[in-house]
């Protein structure tokens, strides 16, 4: 009788430490996870780290009925500096405006941060829209990653809510480089 009381301590004694390490399994599973992806974007407050990845950003507007455009580009030379190029033209037959500057490498971090707190980087999705307007101007954003990816935007596609102000949010921060720098 001993022997079989033994074996049933022995058993359960078996049994919880095979449960604690399957508990220990699964916890590491999921931490490895949550840490190993590092471009999971998966709750407020999360940070999008893929935005650290970004070296460089283009942005153009044009196609509309006076043959106006606006194209602006931050872009890395072949020694890694960053070149803002701005071109800008109100109308057809107006004067251009021009601008070529090298600027400071932080330059981009208020990028950074809005694709920190947006999806942008992380996937694209989006279809043509049902509506498209003749003669308007069309607007494209293209981020660069550091890997030589590109993500690239059409404000004639319907893209998930968080790009809906993308267009304006990235527009605006080019805008305020470009006052600083010029």
Known sequence: MKLSGKRKVN??????????VILVIVAALFLLKKNGD??????????????????GVSYSCSGGMEGGYHFMDILPDETGKLIYKYNYLAYNGA??????????????????????????????EGKPS?????????????????????????????????RGDLFAMVYDELIKIYEQDS
């Open 11 to 20: 058993k359960m004694t078996i049994g919880i430490i095979v449960i604690i």
């Open 95 to 124: 004067e251009e405006e021009n601008f070529v500057k090298e600027i400071d490498e932080n330059a981009l971090d208020g990028i950074k941060e809005i694709c920190k707190n947006t999806t942008c980087l992380l996937y694209h």
């Open 130 to 162: 049902e509506i498209q307007i003749l003669d308007a101007p069309v607007t494209n954003i293209t981020f660069m990653l550091i890997d030589g990816n590109t993500v690239s935007y059409n404000n004639n596609y319907e893209y998930i809510p968080d």
């Open 38 to 55: 590092r471009h999971i974007l998966d709750g407020p407050g999360m940070i999008n780290h893929r935005a650290w990845d970004l070296v």
